[in-house]
């Protein structure tokens, strides 16, 4: 049974005039790796996007393609996709209502939060501009989901070519950090980056993709700070 057809399963009671919202109340909180699992990640990227992709007044052919980049669709699933979309574009419901679900529903799985996070910035930059609306919503998003500033600017930086970029933020370091805890910070952000670890916690195969930013940003942020000690 595919990823599409699990969410189109979980949604079905919508047919009844059931909110969106709703199915992430009825989604149990269950296990690493549990096919459940995946329908909430994939649902809530979906959702919180649809609604991103409001917030500079217009959605885009890029930015709705941007999920088929990171969710493949196969055909004759792409109805059941664009259902969710859709659902969540002209729901009632806030994004902070969402994006606090979300939260509740992934509370202690820093880890997965920051996917999500990914997702949305992948979305955001797909129409070639990032809107200051945009920033707000995600800035947002963040503090709902608890990630702190520093996560936050850190992630715009590796999404945003002109967003300013530290790379202690990258590493997730204070600017005193030791090179030692630098060297370690880098270390341990490689391996939770590997394809591996990213399924095992659950993120689509789709979207592990995206880990390969992080990747790059997190060894370029290890290497300044690597020269800097140098000089």
Request: hydrophobic share 45%; charged share 30%.
């Amino acid at each position: 049974m595919s990823i599409w057809t699990r969410i189109y399963e979980a949604i079905a009671a919508l047919a009844q005039g059931e909110g969106l919202g709703t199915v992430f109340d009825r989604l149990r909180h269950p296990p690493e790796a549990c096919p459940e699992r995946t329908v909430a990640f994939t649902i809530a990227v979906i959702a919180l996007g649809a609604k991103m992709a409001k917030a500079d007044g217009e959605v885009t052919r890029n930015e709705v393609a941007a999920f088929r980049q990171v969710f493949h669709v196969p055909p004759g699933e792409e109805p059941h996709a664009a259902r969710v979309f859709n659902l969540a574009r002209q729901d009632v419901a806030g994004y902070d209502i969402y994006a606090r679900k979300i939260a509740a529903m992934f509370e202690g799985d820093r880890k997965v939060l920051i996917d999500l996070m990914e997702g949305l910035f992948h979305i955001s930059v797909a129409d070639g501009h990032y809107h200051p609306r945009e920033d707000e919503f995600l800035a947002d998003v963040a503090r709902i989901f608890g990630l702190g500033e520093a996560c936050f600017r850190a992630i715009r930086a590796r999404y945003v070519p002109e967003a300013p970029r530290d790379p202690y933020d990258v590493l997730g370091l204070p600017a005193n950090a030791t090179l030692d805890e630098a060297r370690s910070a880098w270390k341990t952000a490689v391996r939770d980056s590997h394809p591996d670890r990213l399924i095992a916690r659950g993120v689509p195969e789709e979207a592990v993709k995206m880990a390969e930013r992080r990747l790059i940003a997190v060894n370029a942020a290890w290497e300044e700070i690597a020269a800097r000690e140098a000089a």
